[in-house]
């Protein structure tokens, strides 16, 4: 156990909806990332926020957002669900924020979302 | 930008040795992650190389060489339990934030 949960564990949804996932970072971590697996793209970085702020971007579509609340909890918001956003959605935290440092980053137990 | 390369799977026998590469090219080098993951579970840290040479821990070490652009992690003693997928990462970015993550090699220990 990570110190990091995620909810819901798993979302079934249709088409063209909207859902939010939820990621609470371990006690202390001030970094939340956000990171998509499918079977085809491998783990991809979407995007990190660090004590509230946006702080990196990565190949994070318009139609998906996030933010980082005063508890330090996040959200991503994905909307206009497609077939081909199905994929495992981990989150992970890190105190610093800054990998290229050594700060590890500890995954939660991801939210397996299905759209049909 | 940054590119990492991983054999895809490996097999092994319980009890054997298996070392998994990993080549990566990226501006600017902030170090190298290895995560494991079991199918369906969340990546767990298993190190962090930034300075040449091989780190130990336990039955897993890890291996840096900077001006090759390489990485391995040697897995002893292998158990039933280390079935999983091996990731290696690298931080980018203006400030070394971003994490790229290889394909992954999927490792199979058969009995």
């Known amino acids: 156990d990570s110190g990091v949960t995620q909810t819901p564990k798993h979302l079934i949804t249709a088409t063209g909806q909207r859902v939010t996932l939820r990621c609470s970072p371990r006690?202390?971590?001030?970094?939340v990332y956000w990171y998509q697996q499918s079977l085809d793209q491998g783990l991809q970085f979407l995007i990190q926020?660090?004590?509230?702020?946006?702080?990196a971007k990565g190949n994070i579509l318009e139609r998906f957002s996030a933010q980082q609340f005063p508890d330090l909890h996040s959200e991503l918001n994905l909307s206009s669900l497609e077939l081909g956003d199905s994929a495992l959605y981990f989150c992970?935290?890190?105190?610093?924020?800054?990998?290229?440092?050594?700060?590890?980053?500890?995954f939660g137990p991801g939210t397996r979302l299905t759209v049909l | 930008g940054q590119n990492i390369d991983q054999p895809t799977e490996m097999t092994a026998t319980e009890g054997a040795i298996v070392q998994i590469n990993c080549t990566y090219q990226?501006?600017?080098?902030?170090?190298l992650f290895w995560y494991q993951q079991h199918a369906g579970e969340a990546p767990t840290f298993l190190s962090y190389?930034?300075?040449?040479g091989l780190e130990e821990k336990g039955r897993f070490s890890s291996f840096l060489s900077r001006s090759k652009g390489y990485s391995y992690l040697l897995l002893k003693e292998l158990q039933m339990k280390d079935s999983a997928s091996y990731l290696c990462?690298?931080?980018?970015?203006?400030?070394?934030?971003?994490?790229?993550f290889g394909g992954g090699t999927r490792v199979l220990v058969k009995p």
């Open positions: 190389n930034v300075l040449d």
């Open positions: 006690s202390g971590d001030l970094s």
């Open positions: 926020y660090y004590n509230g702020e946006e702080r």
């Open positions: 990462a690298v931080p980018w970015g203006a400030a070394g934030n971003k994490l790229t």
């Open positions: 990226t501006s600017g080098f902030n170090g």
């Open positions: 992970a935290s890190s105190v610093e924020g800054l990998a290229g440092a050594g700060d590890t980053q500890y």
